[in-house]
């Protein structure tokens, strides 16, 4: 089952063609690494499938709805983690997790049961009051993910979530994506450490605004006679014309 369908998916600004008919599937369950150079389009590409830009032309259905007719209900069945961190500093860790809860529908009692569930699980039961903004980088991530698919959405998507993130953390970070992709959540993943696209079950790799690249990461290595993820991407990115 396909839980993300494009089909010449295109962005344009103008003269400037950001996204350059990029046509792909991703499966349910699936980890999707959707990498390229800043500058390559792939967080336009992201926009577009998270309902919060409308594509100039092709065609794309996310979790089951157009992006085109549909884009409020796209982001009523995804999750959505940002660059940047999301939540919100000065509340409190369970106030945090009430909070988005409260936002993607969640009853009342639902909602304390995750809340107790999240805590045990981050192992941030005696964080329950700490304010956010206190918390190591780490900490925060990770409950930004989790909060994120509190909803059991069908798909998270996951823009650099480890950036500036040590390795260990970035680890743990890791497990929690296996874990979210082994209840069948689909995690579509942006990422700028090479050694992160190792993990994903497939790698699509932009270059100008075009899909240049698209399998398992095994697959990728043998094709372009590289012995990591990062001497494809090197291969593929000096093509690139456009930059930031």
Not at 21 to 28: A, D, G, L, M, N
Not at 76 to 90: A, E, N, T, V
Not at 110 to 139: F, I, M
């Amino acid at each position: 089952m396909y839980v993300i369908e494009t089909d010449r998916l295109t962005k344009q600004f103008g003269n400037f063609t950001a996204v350059d008919q990029i046509s792909f599937k991703v499966s349910s369950g699936e980890i999707f690494g959707f990498l390229g150079a800043n500058g390559a389009g792939k967080t336009t590409a992201m926009r577009m499938l998270c309902g919060l830009s409308i594509p100039t032309s092709g065609k794309a259905i996310v979790a089951g709805f157009d992006v085109y007719k549909e884009s409020e209900q796209i982001k009523k069945h995804i999750g959505y983690m940002s660059q940047k961190f999301s939540l919100y500093g000065d509340l409190k860790v369970w106030e945090n997790i009430r909070l988005f809860g409260g936002i993607y529908g969640l009853s009342r009692k639902r909602l304390a049961d995750k809340t107790d569930e999240l805590l045990h699980t981050l192992d941030l039961e005696k964080e329950r009051n700490t304010l956010v903004h206190s918390l190591p980088l780490g900490w925060k991530q990770k409950l930004a993910f989790s909060v994120a698919i509190i909803h059991d959405p069908k798909i998270v998507f996951l823009d650099e979530p480890t950036g500036g993130v040590d390795p260990v953390t970035r680890r743990q970070f890791w497990e929690l994506i296996y874990e979210a992709s082994a209840r069948d959540i689909t995690v579509f993943v942006t990422t700028h450490y090479m050694d992160e696209a190792e993990y994903c079950n497939r790698v699509s790799i932009m270059v100008d605004g075009r899909v240049e690249a698209l399998d398992t990461p095994s697959v990728l290595k043998t094709t372009y006679h590289a012995d990591n993820m990062n001497g494809v991407f090197q291969s593929l990115a000096r093509k690139a014309i456009r930059g930031e």
